[in-house]
């Protein structure tokens, strides 16, 4: 389960890499051990080697115990003196996370002896392998601990050390420290020293020590001298003094930073009259599915041997962006990479590599062959206004509707949507919606369109169910139930069902009404497929959608063209462009690259953002049809779509996205244990019933679906949303499900606990698509101790 950041008001952990193999770290520990008994004599010592290789006679851990004095341990000795990965090969070992919670294990119970300082030292450089064969530099992150790094002195050690200390930087290590030994001829020390300089960091060069005798006493004798002189030098006090202060500075960062937020930060999404420091959650660092949080101390005692770090499960997966878990370091050398080669270069009439690769890439992975090109900009509210822009102008020039907005003369044109839908927080996508908590007090707000009530499903007592709205009975059909959530979506079977030709009727009579005796008009469909996120959750009957797509492109006498050629050509729009905002449900979130391909559409524009970088940079892809696109062809500037801004298409995002699209598609893999789940035992009731899973347990869905709080539940993909009951009707504004997020974010099982977020009565969870069939159990472990 999640390692927490090893952070302790008692204990100062540290963590020794080296530039290479060979460069000191044992030495320099052995130093720093000997200094610290000798400056804090009341205080433990400890020194952690986690893996070592060689003959046990010559193991650091000795050496540091016999010239120190100080305890040690070491967790795995191998005495094959090679690197670990090759070392550990004939012994079954147990996977990284158990050999990682031993290491968190060992660091707590010196924090429980008494105060002090542990020096935990690597093997070999910054990448080398662990017993797995994982790289240290990936494999120690979980722990963040504050690196003493000790730079090489020989001849190529500038380049080594720069190289070893980016690698770390990039991966979010804190280096406090830089140490190494002098050497006249290479004078490595003067340009590292400045090196790091520029980055905040002291370096400390010290002497070398003796040449290794050949006579085991002489040797032995030869270097206790070295250590008790070199101990006394005042560059290894000042090093100590250093890391003493940089510590106390870290833990009363870490404690303060709730106090400071809320004093100058302005949060979205908040009322700030009702929060307060203890509600605002100080956030360490992140890494795979999980924040690493400053412990709530309700009490306010100083509790020196308690870790001030836990483990939170980011549940919300940071708002829906995370696809492959926080810190991914292939993620951060692609950004790093892009930043290198590009910085940020303007994207108007020019082009670059990572623009064009993803573009390409997306479209390839949509597989929808109406859509031809890619509109980039920042995030999805953006994304959806220029999807809007997009498919207004296409049916204006269609059918002739011409006019000027400013001068007045222009048409009143709206967008056909569903209810409780929302696609952004800028003004134009916020028209896109009727009024809601989101948008009633926004002063420029005006809701243009018409949205249309549907059918949704959910489980309810342990089977899925499709419910029609409240009133809405007689034109909808009753409430049906189904034997898996398979069956549900198997809309090619239930196309021939009397609830389809429900559905047609009451489409056709409602826009009958609107367009022909309202005389309305209406410049796109705009949907999210499948799930409505924002509007709280709500899965829609996926046959509702497909036939309301298929009724508004397959119905002239609504929506006759005026001047388009006959037949149109192929993959052109008809009746009106249909725009699927596929901000939240696109790129694998429900296990497909395209969510609008289980209503067996392609739309005319399509908006993909949250997931598209993985979860690291901000950028959104508006991807439209050739017919579209067509539309803002023109002789005249005012005829293009006039719509970016500074940052378009910026290349480190491109690059990210285009790393995070091509490992999102290769998780089929990993994803076998959850199909299994759900798949296996199911009768598929036709050969058209697609696969249908979640992240989320088949029978943990079950079993909340049956308790006695929870009204419904939904999985799908990694998405888990559970409905509880609240009879006052609130809807986004009700506090029915504040209880149960409290109790998760206070819950103290295995020392973690769960962030999530609430939209009115629906509490939701969701995770990464990298999170592991452990990580989702032990997370329904703990919802089963809140809710059942």
Same mark, same amino acid.
């Given at each position: 389960?999640?390692?927490?950041?090893?952070?302790?008001?008692?204990?100062?952990?540290?963590?020794?890499?080296?530039?290479?193999?060979?460069?000191?770290?044992?030495?320099?520990?052995?130093?720093?051990?000997?200094?610290?008994?000798?400056?804090?004599?009341?205080?433990?010592?400890?020194?952690?080697?986690?893996?070592?290789?060689?003959?046990?006679?010559?193991?650091?851990?000795?050496?540091?115990?016999?010239?120190?004095?100080?305890?040690?341990?070491?967790?795995?000795?191998?005495?094959?003196?090679?690197?670990?990965?090759?070392?550990?090969?004939?012994?079954?070992?147990?996977?990284?996370?158990?050999?990682?919670?031993?290491?968190?294990?060992?660091?707590?119970?010196?924090?429980?002896?008494?105060?002090?300082?542990?020096?935990?030292?690597?093997?070999?450089?910054?990448?080398?392998?662990?017993?797995?064969?994982?790289?240290?530099?990936?494999?120690?992150?979980?722990?963040?601990?504050?690196?003493?790094?000790?730079?090489?002195?020989?001849?190529?050690?500038?380049?080594?050390?720069?190289?070893?200390?980016?690698?770390?930087?990039?991966?979010?290590?804190?280096?406090?420290?830089?140490?190494?030994?002098?050497?006249?001829?290479?004078?490595?020390?003067?340009?590292?020293?400045?090196?790091?300089?520029?980055?905040?960091?002291?370096?400390?060069?010290?002497?070398?020590?003796?040449?290794?005798?050949?006579?085991?006493?002489?040797?032995?004798?030869?270097?206790?001298?070295?250590?008790?002189?070199?101990?006394?030098?005042?560059?290894?006090?000042?090093?100590?003094?250093?890391?003493?202060?940089?510590?106390?500075?870290?833990?009363?960062?870490?404690?303060?930073?709730?106090?400071?937020?809320?004093?100058?930060?302005?949060?979205?999404?908040?009322?700030?009259?009702?929060?307060?420091?203890?509600?605002?959650?100080?956030?360490?660092?992140?890494?795979?599915?999980?924040?690493?949080?400053?412990?709530?101390?309700?009490?306010?005692?100083?509790?020196?041997?308690?870790?001030?770090?836990?483990?939170?499960?980011?549940?919300?997966?940071?708002?829906?962006?995370?696809?492959?878990?926080?810190?991914?370091?292939?993620?951060?050398?692609?950004?790093?990479?892009?930043?290198?080669?590009?910085?940020?270069?303007?994207?108007?009439?020019?082009?670059? +590599? @990572?623009?064009?690769? !993803?573009?390409?890439? #997306?479209?390839?992975?949509?597989?929808?062959?109406? *859509?031809?090109? &890619? =509109?980039?900009?920042?995030?999805?509210?953006?994304?959806?206004?220029?999807?809007?822009?997009?498919?207004?102008?296409?049916?204006?020039?269609?059918?002739?509707?011409?006019?000027?907005?400013?001068?007045?003369?222009?048409?009143?044109?709206?967008?056909?949507?569903?209810?409780?839908?929302?696609?952004?927080?800028?003004?134009?996508?916020?028209?896109?919606?009727?009024?809601?908590?989101?948008?009633?007090?926004?002063?420029?707000?005006?809701?243009?369109?018409?949205?249309?009530?549907?059918?949704?499903?959910?489980?309810?007592?342990?089977?899925?169910?499709? +419910? @029609?709205?409240?009133? !809405?009975?007689?034109? #909808?059909?009753?409430?049906?139930?189904?034997?898996? *959530?398979?069956? &549900? =979506?198997?809309?090619?079977?239930?196309?021939?069902?009397?609830?389809?030709?429900?559905?047609?009727?009451?489409?056709?009579?409602?826009?009958?009404?609107?367009?022909?005796?309202?005389?309305?008009?209406?410049?796109?469909?705009?949907?999210?497929?499948?799930?409505?996120?924002?509007?709280?959750?709500?899965?829609?009957?996926?046959?509702?959608?497909?036939?309301?797509?298929?009724?508004?492109?397959?119905?002239?006498?609504?929506?006759?063209?005026?001047?388009?050629?006959?037949?149109?050509?192929?993959?052109?729009?008809?009746?009106?462009?249909?725009?699927?905002?596929?901000?939240?449900?696109?790129?694998?979130? #429900?296990?497909?690259?395209?969510?609008?391909?289980? *209503?067996?559409?392609?739309?005319?524009?399509?908006?993909?953002?949250?997931?598209?970088?993985?979860?690291?940079?901000?950028?959104?892809?508006?991807?439209?049809?050739?017919?579209?696109?067509?539309?803002?062809?023109?002789?005249?500037?005012?005829?293009?779509?006039?719509?970016?801004?500074?940052?378009?298409?910026?290349?480190?995002?491109?690059?990210?996205?285009?790393?995070?699209?091509?490992?999102?598609?290769?998780?089929?893999?990993?994803?076998?244990?959850?199909?299994?789940?759900?798949?296996?035992?199911?009768?598929?009731?036709?050969?058209?019933?697609?696969?249908?899973?979640?992240?989320?347990?088949?029978?943990?869905?079950?079993? #909340?679906?049956?308790?006695?709080?929870?009204?419904?539940?939904?999985?799908?993909?990694?998405?888990?949303?559970?409905?509880?009951?609240?009879?006052?009707?609130?809807?986004?504004?009700?506090?029915?499900?504040?209880?149960?997020?409290?109790?998760?974010?206070?819950?103290?099982?295995?020392?973690?606990?769960?962030?999530?977020?609430?939209?009115?009565?629906?509490?939701?969870?969701?995770?990464?698509?990298?999170?592991?069939?452990?990580?989702?159990?032990?997370?329904?472990?703990?919802?089963?101790?809140?809710?059942?």
């Amino acid at each position: 389960m999640p390692i927490g950041s090893a952070l302790w008001r008692s204990l100062r952990a540290y963590q020794v890499y080296g530039a290479n193999t060979d460069v000191g770290k044992t030495i320099m520990a052995t130093l720093l051990c000997r200094a610290l008994e000798r400056r804090f004599p009341g205080e433990g010592v400890w020194y952690l080697k986690p893996v070592s290789t060689g003959l046990r006679e010559e193991a650091d851990d000795r050496h540091v115990a016999r010239f120190s004095g100080s305890s040690t341990h070491c967790l795995f000795q191998f005495d094959e003196p090679v690197s670990p990965h090759i070392a550990a090969r004939p012994f079954r070992l147990p996977p990284d996370s158990s050999i990682l919670q031993k290491i968190f294990t060992q660091l707590s119970d010196y924090a429980s002896i008494s105060p002090g300082t542990v020096l935990l030292e690597t093997a070999g450089g910054v990448h080398s392998p662990t017993p797995s064969g994982t790289s240290q530099a990936d494999f120690y992150r979980p722990l963040r601990l504050p690196v003493v790094f000790v730079a090489d002195h020989r001849l190529g050690g500038v380049s080594t050390s720069v190289s070893a200390f980016e690698s770390l930087h990039m991966r979010g290590y804190d280096v406090d420290s830089v140490m190494l030994f002098r050497d006249t001829r290479y004078q490595n020390d003067e340009y590292l020293s400045e090196f790091f300089k520029n980055h905040g960091i002291s370096t400390f060069s010290l002497p070398s020590p003796p040449v290794r005798r050949d006579c085991a006493r002489e040797d032995g004798e030869a270097m206790a001298e070295y250590y008790e002189r070199v101990t006394k030098l005042d560059e290894v006090d000042e090093m100590i003094s250093l890391s003493v202060t940089r510590h106390k500075a870290r833990v009363e960062s870490l404690e303060t930073l709730a106090n400071r937020a809320n004093k100058h930060i302005w949060y979205p999404f908040t009322q700030h009259g009702d929060m307060s420091p203890s509600s605002i959650m100080a956030i360490d660092s992140a890494h795979g599915d999980f924040f690493q949080t400053c412990k709530p101390n309700p009490s306010g005692r100083t509790l020196e041997a308690s870790t001030l770090i836990q483990p939170t499960f980011d549940g919300s997966a940071s708002w829906w962006t995370q696809g492959l878990g926080h810190a991914n370091p292939t993620l951060s050398l692609a950004a790093s990479y892009a930043a290198g080669r590009y910085g940020h270069v303007m994207f108007a009439g020019g082009i670059h +590599e @990572p623009a064009l690769s !993803l573009a390409e890439l #997306l479209l390839k992975a949509i597989n929808n062959p109406r *859509l031809q090109r &890619v =509109f980039y900009s920042d995030n999805g509210s953006s994304g959806m206004e220029i999807a809007i822009k997009m498919g207004l102008r296409a049916a204006s020039v269609r059918y002739g509707w011409g006019g000027d907005s400013c001068s007045g003369s222009g048409e009143e044109v709206g967008i056909l949507g569903l209810k409780g839908s929302y696609h952004g927080d800028t003004l134009g996508a916020m028209d896109c919606s009727e009024p809601s908590a989101f948008n009633r007090k926004v002063e420029w707000y005006r809701g243009r369109g018409f949205w249309f009530d549907y059918p949704r499903v959910k489980m309810i007592k342990g089977t899925w169910v499709v +419910e @029609p709205p409240e009133g !809405l009975e007689d034109e #909808l059909g009753p409430g049906a139930s189904f034997a898996s *959530l398979g069956a &549900v =979506f198997d809309v090619e079977a239930r196309k021939r069902s009397c609830r389809d030709r429900s559905y047609k009727k009451y489409i056709l009579s409602t826009l009958e009404r609107l367009i022909k005796e309202e005389r309305k008009r209406f410049g796109a469909l705009v949907m999210e497929p499948v799930v409505l996120g924002a509007g709280g959750m709500v899965l829609v009957d996926p046959l509702f959608q497909h036939t309301l797509a298929t009724v508004i492109r397959s119905t002239p006498r609504l929506f006759p063209p005026s001047s388009s050629p006959s037949p149109l050509p192929l993959n052109t729009w008809t009746g009106i462009p249909i725009i699927t905002d596929e901000v939240f449900t696109g790129l694998y979130r #429900l296990g497909r690259p395209a969510s609008s391909s289980f *209503l067996h559409i392609h739309p005319d524009i399509s908006v993909y953002a949250k997931l598209l970088t993985g979860g690291l940079v901000p950028l959104c892809a508006t991807a439209a049809s050739e017919s579209v696109f067509e539309a803002f062809l023109g002789e005249g500037k005012e005829s293009a779509l006039l719509h970016g801004h500074s940052y378009t298409a910026h290349a480190v995002g491109c690059k990210v996205a285009e790393v995070a699209v091509r490992e999102l598609a290769g998780m089929e893999e990993a994803w076998k244990g959850f199909r299994k789940d759900w798949l296996e035992g199911t009768s598929r009731a036709s050969s058209t019933e697609p696969e249908v899973w979640s992240h989320w347990s088949k029978n943990f869905v079950g079993e #909340l679906s049956h308790a006695k709080d929870v009204e419904s539940v939904i999985a799908i993909g990694s998405i888990l949303a559970i409905s509880l009951h609240d009879h006052t009707g609130a809807g986004y504004t009700s506090t029915a499900a504040n209880a149960v997020q409290k109790k998760l974010f206070s819950s103290t099982r295995a020392n973690w606990n769960i962030h999530a977020r609430v939209l009115g009565n629906v509490l939701y969870l969701m995770a990464s698509q990298t999170a592991s069939e452990e990580t989702i159990r032990a997370v329904e472990g703990v919802m089963r101790d809140v809710l059942l």
